[in-house]
């Protein structure tokens, strides 16, 4: 089984629309992390949740809203898609937020927005 | 603010070639330092880490050494394989409200060829 999984792997949509993101873990880990990687490949933080608390929150467009509805689950759901938000999103979990900087990751979600 | 500067790829190599992956950081004090790697595929998984100055971080034969001097970790391979084809990823930790967050460079994609 695959320990952090998201789903789909790959979102074509248009401007406009609205979509989600669903991200599992089963590693019994407490933290998790949503990172977007865009086009020059940098890798930043955009969200973290500890056992359902919102506990990370980069400047990030109030279109994206993070929904944890318990500690082994953080969707992602983009409101109004706008073409700059085209970008592979990766999902990540840690066994905590303080002690533990190992993170395990899914294998990435491929947005394209046209 | 904390930042993390990769040399770009590709880079391509021959089987048993040496490897060197440069990366430098910007950061107040002394973070912990990670290098990440991302085979095709799949998520971002932990190679190897330093927690301090001096600090060789090693696994599967590839070795960085945190340098204060220089504020480098680089990551060396005596010997590639093909089988380490992947992205490879630099990262600092900050703490950030008491919570830890990674902030990663651009990755540096590495192609070997038999």
């Known amino acids: 089984d695959t320990a952090v999984s998201q789903t789909p792997k790959y979102l074509v949509t248009q401007m406009g629309n609205d979509k989600s993101i669903k991200c599992e873990q089963n590693?019994?880990?407490?933290?998790m992390y949503w990172y977007k990687q865009d086009s020059k490949k940098f890798l930043k933080i955009m969200f973290s949740?500890?056992?359902?608390?919102?506990?990370i929150n980069e400047t990030v467009p109030n279109r994206f809203s993070p929904k944890s509805p318990d500690k082994a689950h953080l969707n992602l759901h983009i409101n109004s898609l706008e073409l700059g938000d085209s970008a592979v999103y990766f999902c990540?979990?840690?066994?905590?937020?303080?002690?533990?900087?190992?993170?395990?990751f899914g294998s990435g979600t491929q947005l394209s927005v046209l | 603010g904390d930042s993390v500067t990769q040399m770009e790829g590709p880079v391509t190599l021959s089987e048993e070639a040496f490897l060197t992956i440069n990366c430098t950081y910007t950061a107040t004090g002394y973070p912990s330092l990670f290098w990440y790697v991302q085979y095709p595929g799949e998520g971002l998984q932990l190679l190897l880490k330093a927690t301090k100055a001096d600090d060789k971080g090693s696994n599967k034969g590839f070795e960085a050494t945190y340098r204060k001097e220089t504020t480098s970790f680089h990551l060396e391979k005596g010997s590639v394989q093909v089988s380490d084809s992947a992205v490879y990823f630099c990262a600092l930790k900050r703490v950030s409200g008491g919570y830890n967050k990674l902030i990663f460079g651009a990755g540096t994609r590495l192609a070997v060829h038999p």
């Open positions: 949740y500890n056992n359902k608390e919102l506990i």
């Open positions: 590693l019994g880990h407490d933290t």
């Open positions: 990540a979990s840690s066994p905590d937020s303080t002690t533990n900087e190992k993170l395990f």
